[in-house]
T-cell receptor, first 110, second 118 residues
Framework: RKEVEQDPGPFNVPEGATVAFNCTYSNSASQSFFWYRQDCRKEPKLLMSVYSSGNEDGRFTAQLNRASQYISLLIRDSKLSDSATYLCVVNKPNDYKLSFGAGTTVTVRA | GAVVSQHPSRVICKSGTSVKIECRSLDFQATTMFWYRQFPKQSLMLMATSNEGSKATYEQGVEKDKFLINHASLTLSTLTVTSAHPEDSSFYIC??????????????FGAGTRLSVL
């Protein structure tokens, strides 16, 4: 089983729509969780950390469910510029290394 | 956020050539830097962890004699792909963690190096 699994998508949504997707992780001892955004042929950029109580940053909301070992990302009022691949990233327990999911592709259309 | 510079962004070379990639943290000190490789439509795979002043730690299956890592200072790590072959063609990305500050557990990525070996 992969350490981090994501639905690759693509999620094709119209502008203004809400889109949400999950990521599951295999190690229950994982401690830190992040969503990164990666544009085509570019480097990943941190979108937001995910906190236990859930957190929001503008149109983006992240949730963590430790019992079921998944994190989610919700994007409200989608913009064309939100089109990207969203990477779920989890730290390895007792380690500073990160495990990356293969990404969920979101395409927002006009 | 912190800035990590990676150079060069693109390399096309002949088989058997060695290629050196530089990764610099521009506005912070990084005790630890990471080197990843990403094949098309796949996730980033950690190749090695680079520690300033000590030997790099390689992930299982990564040949340390083929991928030479040097972390000479708190702001610079280099990856040298020795005797590159077409199967080494990939997107190589470095990242760095700030040594101090609120974002000290966040990895910031360089822009990546796209290596094509002919």
């Amino acid at each position: 089983r992969k350490e981090v699994e994501q639905d690759p998508g693509p999620f094709n949504v119209p502008e203004g729509a809400t889109v949400a997707f999950n990521c599951t992780y295999s190690n229950s001892a994982s401690q830190s969780f992040f969503w990164y955004r990666q544009d085509c042929r570019k480097e990943p950029k941190l979108l937001m950390s995910v906190y236990s109580s859930g957190n929001e940053d503008g149109r983006f909301t992240a949730q963590l469910n430790r019992a079921s070992q998944y994190i989610s990302l919700l994007i409200r009022d989608s913009k064309l510029s939100d089109s990207a691949t969203y990477l779920c990233v989890v730290n390895k327990p007792n380690d500073y290394k990160l495990s990356f999911g293969a990404g969920t592709t979101v395409t927002v259309r006009a | 956020g912190a800035v990590v510079s990676q150079h060069p962004s693109r390399v096309i070379c002949k088989s058997g050539t060695s290629v050196k990639i530089e990764c610099r943290s521009l506005d912070f000190q990084a005790t630890t830097m990471f080197w990843y490789r990403q094949f098309p439509k796949q996730s980033l795979m950690l190749m090695a962890t680079s520690n300033e002043g000590s030997k790099a730690t390689y992930e299982q299956g990564v040949e340390k004699d083929k991928f030479l890592i040097n972390h000479a200072s708190l702001t610079l790590s280099t990856l040298t792909v020795t005797s590159a072959h077409p199967e080494d063609s990939s997107f190589y990305i470095c990242s760095a963690e700030p040594r101090t500050g609120l974002d000290r557990n966040i990895q910031y990525f360089g822009a990546g190096t796209r290596l094509s070996v002919l």
